[in-house]
T-cell receptor, first 113, second 113 residues
Framework: NAGVTQTPKFRVLKTGQSMTLLCAQDMNHEYMYWYRQDPGMGLRLIHYSVGEGTTAKGEVPDGYNVSRLKKQNFLLGLESAAPSQTSVYFC????????????FGDGTRLSIL | DAKTTQPTSMDCAEGRAANLPCNHSTISGNEYVYWYRQIHSQGPQYIIHGLKNNETNEMASLIITEDRKSSTLILPHATLRDTAVYYC??????????????FGTGTRLKVLA
């Protein structure tokens, strides 16, 4: 059971380039989340999804887009990367309903030059 | 949103109990307290959560004060592998019937041999 898998693990981009981060979960969870973590800080929520075909904004959504075309996948896109988006990105998933903990992947380390 | 306050760092001798405090004085009645830990730069690992009663599982115990303004995570017999950053998180209701985690900066626990 792989849990939550993030692809790629590392990436370096130039300012203005675009890319997509992929999150896949094999636990049949309804909810999925994207966070970013900057040095010395806790995680901040970017976007989340409560089901296939639905997405919503979190605390820091600007500069990012997401899609959830399949239940098991949640994609995070950067249309025009900026140095301020250099961060570690974590994906998480959980069951729907009250009292369900989120399960996290091991992150994607993204550097924007 | 409720926020948490934790000590920046703590040390604990191997084999001893590690008691990690957390203040969440603005927590609302229906907001849960969750604890996660992050080892090196891996994804956060779920430990335990609670609302108002004390909780125990195979990893740890969670003690929540009667007024719910603070809590303590207890690792009963700390090992070197418990060295990590521990996050006390308040889970608040978000849109679309889901929840979001409000992360603080965490406590860096170092278990000493």
């Amino acid at each position: 059971n792989a849990g939550v898998t993030q692809t790629p693990k590392f990436r370096v981009l130039k300012t203005g380039q675009s890319m997509t981060l992929l999150c896949a979960q094999d636990m049949n969870h309804e909810y999925m989340y994207w966070y970013r973590q900057d040095p010395g800080m806790g995680l901040r929520l970017i976007h989340y999804s409560v089901g296939e075909g639905t997405t919503a904004k979190g605390e820091v959504p600007d500069g990012y887009n997401v899609s959830r075309l399949k239940k098991q996948n949640f994609l995070l896109g950067l249309e025009s990367a900026a140095p301020s988006q250099t961060s570690v990105y974590f994906c998480a998933s959980s069951w729907a309903g009250n009292n369900q903990p989120q399960h996290f992947g091991d992150g994607t380390r993204l550097s924007i030059l | 949103d409720a926020k948490t306050t934790q000590p920046t760092s703590m040390d604990c001798a191997e084999g001893r109990a590690a008691n990690l405090p957390c203040n969440h004085s603005t927590i609302s009645g229906n907001e849960y307290v969750y604890w996660y830990r992050q080892i090196h730069s891996q994804g956060p690992q779920y430990i335990i959560h609670g609302l108002k009663n004390n909780e125990t599982n195979e990893m740890a115990s969670l003690i929540i004060t009667e007024d719910r303004k603070s809590s303590t995570l207890i690792l009963p017999h700390a090992t070197l592998r418990d060295t990590a950053v521990y996050y006390c998180i308040v889970r608040v209701v978000s849109g679309q019937g889901t929840y979001k985690y409000i992360f603080g900066t965490g406590t860096r626990l170092k278990v000493l041999a």
